[in-house]
């Protein structure tokens, strides 16, 4: 045991998390990445932080107190004053690490019972109203285990799925008490994705219910998690969903089962919609908008704008700016296109309506073509303006076969050029595209096509 917090093993799984009441104290426990996966614990006192190796503390070297393969659970006896941790260990059995006033110790459950092994994780409650302890685990078949303590007989075993006729589990159990009525209650995922309950009273013993059918609730993806509320003397299960939302099943007298998207409930309202949208800057392949703000609650910004040009694909995308940003650089837009452009605000709740639209017609690059002599012997002379000043153009000719032939040419500082070439094995009334743009980026900066015919 130390009093620093450094270079204990770092956390593989889930882990555990108790209050003992009566020492004041916080444990969470939990599987190390290393020394064959033994069950750790991190624990908070008066005087600070605290960590514990929980299977040396049990009985010295990790082979001779068994580690974990699954991850721990943990509660308190209050009835004795013991902690417990229980896991499933490489043996697949069910271990139990217990502390009373001497110490940790080890117990092997599943070898005490006879209980079948484990293919999962338990979970674990007490049950204060009879002083009896329950470790719930799905083994191999999917049926529900249950071992349980009470001081007369010591632990026991028992399949709760064979005893209530429930399908069968595909995933680990989660399990709670109900002090309200007196009653325990095991939840788990069957193969169908529904969450199905066992439940036992004193009169009726244990029984199943499809809480998925009761309540009318979507498919689980996930293990469910469940607790009781004692404030108001409600039930609840939460689980994941497909669409990775977080469901909530819930239960109280009267109305009964229910069920709710707290992912969805959790969200907050959608900001407004921001106003009066502006062009304040143009310039070659780039602008600048500016909006009001109009919201308290977005998370950011973004920018939407839409572009299109005769005879060249549409060219669109966003872009995204941060919380109470009023002003953004649209740059890496496209020559000679027309640009439709709106914001909206966003979190998570979702997107605001969109501002009003503005448009920009951004400057085209332009070439004109003139001709000397015919047939091969042509002289083409291609000038161009609006590029780039000092970019390096490219200037293409292409037949109807689409043989094409290419130069290179550096705009000047005015972002002009005239450059002059002759084409072999070109005929007279062939035709001739010529196409330019630059280098850097031919699709954002192509000029007009010009479609003419050898002389």
Sequence with gaps: ??????????????????????????????????????????WWDGTGLHYTNLNLA???????????????????????GTEHVVYRGFDNHVHELRKDASGWHHGDLTAVTGAPAAAGDPAAYVFDAQGTQHVMYRFGDGHVHELWWDATNGWGSGDLTAVTGAPAAAGDPAAYVFDAEGSQHVIYRAGNGHLYELWWTAT????????????????????????????????????RTADGHLHEMWWRPGPGNHDGDLTIAARPPKPNAPADLTLTKQADRMVTVSWIDRSANEDGFEIRFHGTRGGFTDHGGSRKVERNVTTADLAGLR??????????????GGDSASSNEVQAALPARLISITTEGTGASTVWTVAGSGFTPFGLAVIRFTNPAFQQVQFSQSAGADGKFVSRHSIANVSSGEQITVTAFEDADPEGTSANPIVTTCP
């Design 335 to 348: 020559s000679g296109y027309d640009y439709r452009i709106s914001v909206i605000a966003f979190n998570a």
């Design 204 to 239: 009726q013993g244990w029984n199943q219910g499809d809480l998925t059918a009761a309540a009318g609730s979507p498919p689980a993806a996930g293990d469910p998690g469940a607790y009781a509320f004692r404030a108001e003397g409600t039930q609840h299960v939460v689980y």
């Design 58 to 80: 049990a009985g010295g070297t990790p082979a001779g107190v068994a580690t974990g393969s699954g991850d721990p659970a943990a509660y308190v006896f209050r009835a004795q």
């Design 1 to 42: 045991m130390t009093d620093h917090i450094h270079d204990i093993p770092q956390v593989v799984g889930k882990p555990a998390g108790y209050v003992n009441d009566a020492t004041g104290t916080q444990h969470v426990v939990y599987r190390g990445d290393a020394d064959f996966n033994v069950i750790n614990e991190v």
